[in-house]
Each structure stands twice: as C-alpha cells, then as structure tokens.
C-alpha cells in the first residue's frame, strides 16, 4: 500500500491545455515535495510546500497544499511539450526509529505539439 | 558546480552474482542517499549515509548494503542478484540529510541494472 497516491497515473494531452495532477494519503507530512523526472535522468525538484493551505507558483505552475496536509496538487497551464516528464510528490516519513522519504506512484505526463 | 555522478550508467548481471555501483555527491554534501526505482514499485528509498555512517534505512533485504568514504563518496552493493532486482537505482546528495523543508535533494542519473 502506498502512502502518497497520485492520480492520475497517465496523461496524454495536446500542447495548450490544462491540467491537474492529484497526490493524495491519509496520513499527515510536515511537507510534500514535488519532483520531475525526465527519461533517462534522476528527479529535479520543482517546490516544497511547508504549510497547510499554501499555495506556490513557478511559471505556469501551481502547487497547492491542502489545509490538513494531507493532500497537494499540481496545476500546469498551457502545457508545453518540454513539461512531458513523471511527476512525483515525495514526503518524510518517520518509522522504526528512521527518517525516510516516501515518493508518490507517478504521473506520466505526454505533451503531444 | 558538478552534479551527482554516478557509475556505471548500465550493466547487466547474472542472477546470483553481486554488484557494486558508485556514486559521487556534490562537493560539499555529507548526505547520500540510494533509491530503487521500478516500473511496479515505483521509486523506493533504501537507505542514508550521513558523514560514513548509515543513520536512516528502507524496508529492504539485507541483501542491499552501501557504505560511504571520508570524502563522501558512497557504494552501495547488491548481493546474490535475483531477476527483480532489475531497476534503476538513484542515488541523491543533499547538504541536510533527508529533511525536505528548506532542504533540497539532488538525484543522479541512475544506474541502470539489469539481472538476468
């Protein structure tokens, strides 16, 4: 079972549209990151979100946190073909006595041009 | 400055054998931190080292070790290989451990290890 869900797992849409990606759990984070993965390269981070309710933007960007920091998504405007990538929402995660992060199940995004 | 190096990018190994990858933080970094990622299980955390000592770990077999040098280069070992160990492990750097507020984790490229 996987702490932080995303969803969703796919997405294919055309350069220009909008977009949601959702990473939900049941649990409580201190903070979420976000992260974007491109083929053949290791994750870059894009945010972290600290409070509940915050809301960061880079770009066409935004990142929400929910209020019970339970939850955040990412909103991409006017999607362009460099924003293909998995995206990944990461958190801390203290169990057994260890400080882990734990990473979300994915999105795959495809900006077709 | 240089990123997170890792080597070898690929190999492939037998199942049973054993293998060691390498991986060089970000000058500056104590913090290295390995990851399996795979298409089924997606990105997992295996474990931390913190100035040549493990300080966190992942719910992995002892079959995953690492260990890391005075310089803070980090190895991390995969003994008696089975076919599901084929992934891409990450390894990460970063200049405060594994807290993510205020803190930012670097990746490398991976190495790509296939068992068959």
């Known amino acids: 079972t996987q702490l932080l869900e995303q969803s969703p797992q796919f997405l294919s849409i055309q350069e220009g549209e909008n977009l949601t990606v959702y990473c939900n759990s049941s649990?409580?984070?201190?903070?979420l990151q976000w992260y974007r993965q491109e083929p053949g390269e290791g994750p870059v981070l894009l945010v972290t979100?600290?409070?509940?309710?915050e809301v960061k933007k880079l770009k066409r960007l935004t990142f929400q946190f929910g209020d019970a920091r339970k939850d955040s998504s990412l909103h991409i405007t006017a999607a362009q073909p460099g924003d293909t990538g998995l995206y990944l929402c990461?958190?801390?995660?203290?169990?057994?006595?260890?400080?882990?992060?734990?990473f979300g199940t994915g999105t795959k995004l495809q900006v077709i041009p | 400055k240089a990123g997170v190096t890792q080597t070898p990018r690929y190999l492939i190994k037998t199942r049973g054998q054993q293998v060691t990858l390498s991986c060089s933080p970000i000058?500056?970094?104590?913090?290295v931190s390995w990851y399996q990622q795979t298409p089924g299980q997606g990105l997992q955390f295996l474990f931390e080292y913190f100035s040549e000592t493990q300080r966190n770990k992942g719910n992995f077999p002892g079959r995953f070790s690492g260990r890391q040098f005075s310089n803070s280069r980090s190895e991390m070992n995969v003994s008696t290989l089975e076919l599901g160990d084929s992934a891409l492990y990450l390894c990460?750097?970063?200049?405060?451990?594994?807290?993510?507020?205020?803190?930012?984790?670097?990746f490398g490229e991976g190495s790509w290890l296939t068992v068959v």
């Open positions: 649990s409580v984070f201190s903070s």
């Open positions: 990461a958190g801390p995660l203290h169990s057994g006595g260890y400080q882990k992060v734990t």
């Open positions: 979100v600290v409070t509940g309710g």
């Open positions: 990460a750097s970063s200049p405060r451990g594994l807290d993510l507020s205020g803190n930012t984790i670097y």
């Open positions: 000058s500056g970094h104590r913090s």
